[in-house]
C-alpha cells in the first residue's frame, strides 16, 4: 500500500525534474561546491512512517532551518517571557541577514532572520559555548531521532567568512541584547547551522513539532505543546523571511527554510514533510523546494487553512432508541468549537423528548473546555426538571463523579433503563 503514497509523491517530484532555475549559496564558499541537481522530498507521517522520493540520503547542511529547533530549545529552557524580553515575534519584511533591530524593542524583529536567531543561540543556558552546543546538538539530534554530525568544511568556511553575522552579533551586544561574548555566540551559531542532515532528517524533525514535540520514531518527548505552538507560530509568519506571506498564502504550512537548499514544513497533527534542492532564489530560498512544497500543498491539500469539513460531523448520529428518549452519538476530537455544536443542537431541540442521552463513549481526545460543556448540558437538564444522561464509560468527560453532579453511565443501553425508570416515576 505505502508503494501507492510513494508513487503518487514521486509524480509529483517529477513534475519539477526540469527546474535548474536559482544560484548556490556562494557567500558561504563551502556551499558553491555542492552538486546544484540535488532533489530530494521525504514526507513523515504522524506515526512516523517515512516516505523517501529522490536523492533523500543526500546529506547536505541545516543553516538557517537550525533556527526554529535553537527557539524551541531556549523556550523550553527559560521559559517564554525569558525568551520575549530578548526577541520579537514579528514579520521583519526583510532579508534573512539583515543588520537590524526592532526599532522601539531594539531586539531582534524574530528568531528566524540572523539577529533573532543568534540571540536565541545566547539564550540555551550553559556555563561554556562548548557545553551549549553539546545541548544544541542533543536537542536536534533527539528531534531527528538520530545524532547529527557536523559539516566541518561548511563551519570552517563559513566561520571564515562571516563578517556579516559578526556585525549583527556586535550590534546586538551594544543594544543590550546579547549578554556573552558576541565571537563565542556566533562560534556556537555557525555550529549549528553546519549540521548535516538528509531531507528525511528533516521529515522526522518537523514530524516531531506536528506531534506537538514527540518524536513518533522514538516515541521521546522532546518538548511540551507550548512550546512547539510558539514556534510553529513564528515559523508561519517568519519562517520564509520577506517571502512568507506568499508562502502562507500558496503553500499553507509552518516552515523554514536555509541556504544550504533545505525546507522543513509542518502539517500540525498530520505530516512532517523535508524537502531538498539548493538551488535558491533572491530571497535564500530553494526555488524547486518552493515549487515543489506549492504542488504539494494543492495536490494533496495540505494547506493548513483549508476548512476541511463542517465542525457538525461531532456530531456522528442522533437516534430515539424507545419513544420519547433521544440519544446524541458524538465522536472524534472534541474541542470548544465541537462541544458547542452539540450543546446548541441539544439546546434546540431538548422540547421535543423527554430525555437526552449524551454518548461520548466514542470520542477520541477532549479538552478541557469541551468536558466542562457537554458535563453541562446534562446537569442544566436536570437542574430545570429535565431528564440528561451522560454515557461515558471511559470516564473522559466524568472523570470524578463529585465535581459534576452528572451520573455517569457504562453504556446507552444502561441510560436509556435509568430514563425509562425516572421518566416512570
Ligand atoms: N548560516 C547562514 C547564515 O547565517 C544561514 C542563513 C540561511 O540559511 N538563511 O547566513
Redo the contacts with the bound molecule.
Keep these: 500500500m505505502a508503494q501507492l503514497v510513494r508513487r503518487y509523491l514521486d509524480r509529483i517530484l517529477d513534475e519539477h525534474r526540469q527546474v535548474t532555475d536559482g544560484a548556490l549559496a556562494c557567500?558561504?564558499p563551502e556551499l558553491a561546491r555542492v552538486d546544484p541537481h540535488g532533489f530530494a522530498l521525504s514526507l513523515s507521517s504522524a506515526d512516523g512512517f517515512i516516505y523517501e522520493c529522490g536523492d533523500a540520503g543526500v546529506e547536505f547542511t541545516i543553516?538557517?532551518?537550525s533556527k526554529p529547533f535553537t527557539y524551541a530549545l531556549a523556550l523550553d529552557q527559560i521559559g517564554q517571557n525569558a525568551v520575549d524580553a530578548k526577541i520579537g515575534v514579528e514579520p521583519s519584511g526583510e532579508a534573512?541577514?539583515e543588520i537590524s533591530v526592532d526599532e522601539a524593542t531594539k531586539k531582534p524583529k524574530n528568531p528566524m532572520i540572523?539577529a533573532g536567531?543568534i540571540a536565541a543561540v545566547s539564550l540555551i543556558p550553559a556555563s561554556t559555548p562548548d557545553e551549549r552546543f553539546a545541548m544544541i546538538a542533543e536537542f536536534y539530534s533527539a528531534c531527528a531521532g538520530r545524532r547529527l554530525e557536523l559539516d566541518r568544511d561548511v563551519y570552517s568556511s563559513?566561520k571564515a567568512t562571516?563578517s556579516?553575522?559578526r556585525a549583527i552579533a556586535y550590534m546586538l551586544q551594544s543594544f543590550g541584547v546579547l549578554d556573552d561574548d558576541p565571537d563565542d555566540v556566533l562560534d556556537v551559531?555557525?555550529r549549528q547551522?553546519s549540521f548535516n542532515v538528509t531531507s528525511t532528517d528533516l521529515a522526522r524533525m518537523a514530524a516531531t513539532l506536528a506531534r506537538g514535540g514527540v518524536n513518533p520514531l522514538t516515541g521521546r518527548r522532546v518538548t511540551n505543546a507550548a512550546v512547539v505552538k510558539r514556534t510553529l507560530s513564528v515559523m508561519v509568519t517568519c519562517g520564509m523571511y520577506d517571502a512568507a506571506g506568499d508562502w502562507v498564502s500558496a503553500v499553507g504550512m509552518p516552515a523554514k527554510?536555509?541556504?544550504?537548499g533545505g525546507i522543513v514544513a509542518v502539517l500540525p497533527g498530520q505530516l512532517g514533510i523535508g524537502v531538498y534542492s539548493p538551488l535558491l532564489d533572491a530571497k535564500?530560498n530553494s526555488v524547486r523546494g518552493v515549487r515543489l512544497c506549492r504542488s504539494l500543498s494543492e495536490q494533496l491539500g495540505l494547506h493548513f487553512l483549508t476548512v476541511a469539513r463542517d465542525s457538525r460531523a461531532t456530531l456522528r448520529a442522533v437516534y430515539e432508541p424507545r419513544d420519547g428518549i433521544r440519544v446524541y452519538e458524538t465522536h472524534g476530537d472534541l474541542l470548544f468549537s465541537g462541544a458547542e455544536q452539540v450543546a446548541r443542537t441539544v439546546e434546540r431541540e431538548r422540547a421535543d423528548f423527554a430525555a437526552v442521552i449524551l454518548d461520548v463513549s466514542r470520542v477520541d481526545d477532549i479538552d478541557d473546555t469541551a468536558r466542562e460543556l457537554l458535563s453541562g448540558i446534562s446537569a442544566a437538564l436536570r437542574a430545570e426538571g429535565r431528564a440528561g444522561y451522560l454515557v461515558d464509560p471511559a470516564g473522559i468527560v466524568i472523570r470524578n463523579e463529585l465535581e459534576y453532579e452528572t451520573v455517569r453511565y457504562a453504556t446507552v443501553d444502561d441510560a436509556v433503563a435509568a430514563a425509562e425508570r425516572d421518566l416512570r416515576a
Design positions: 557567500y558561504i543553516q538557517s532551518i534573512f541577514n540572523n536567531a563559513e562571516g556579516r553575522n551559531y555557525f547551522c527554510s536555509g541556504v544550504g535564500g
